[in-house]
């Protein structure tokens, strides 16, 4: 499987963007999905996963209420609409794949190449 993620950009506090991440491969929909970030100077961090069949969602603490991880198996994507957006979500976002259910990087078997999302104050 092979990820592109786009739509990231700079954006005020308070404002929104959808991020995309679109797979190449049949085999998308077998995949769990997830979001992570990594901020200057930090770790990459989990933000959301969503199971294969798009039923079950998962959300770290610091984005649940404002963001939405969602799917389309019959476009081979995967979407993570960020609202209220605070300087503190500034960081590279990251799409990746996984055959199992995790939220733990090394569980992610293939990655997209992360698109930059600033949120300025």
């Known amino acids: 499987v092979q990820l592109q993620a786009s739509g990231g950009g700079l954006v005020q506090a308070g404002g929104s963007l959808r991020l995309s991440c679109a797979a190449s491969?049949?085999?998308?929909?077998?995949?769990?999905m997830g979001w992570f970030r990594q901020a200057p100077g930090k770790e990459r961090e989990f933000v959301a996963a969503?199971?294969?069949?798009?039923?079950?969602?998962y959300y770290a603490g610091s984005v649940k209420g404002r963001f939405t991880i969602s799917r389309d198996n019959a476009k081979n994507t995967v979407y993570l609409q960020m609202n209220s957006l605070k300087p503190e979500d500034t960081a590279v976002y990251y799409c990746?794949?996984?055959?199992?259910?995790?939220?733990?990087?090394?569980?992610?078997?293939?990655w997209g190449q992360g698109t930059q999302v600033t949120v300025s104050s």
């Open positions: 990746a794949a996984s055959k199992g259910w995790s939220t733990v990087e090394y569980e992610y078997d293939f």
């Open positions: 969503i199971h294969w069949r798009g039923g079950s969602r």
């Open positions: 491969g049949r085999t998308f929909s077998s995949y769990d």
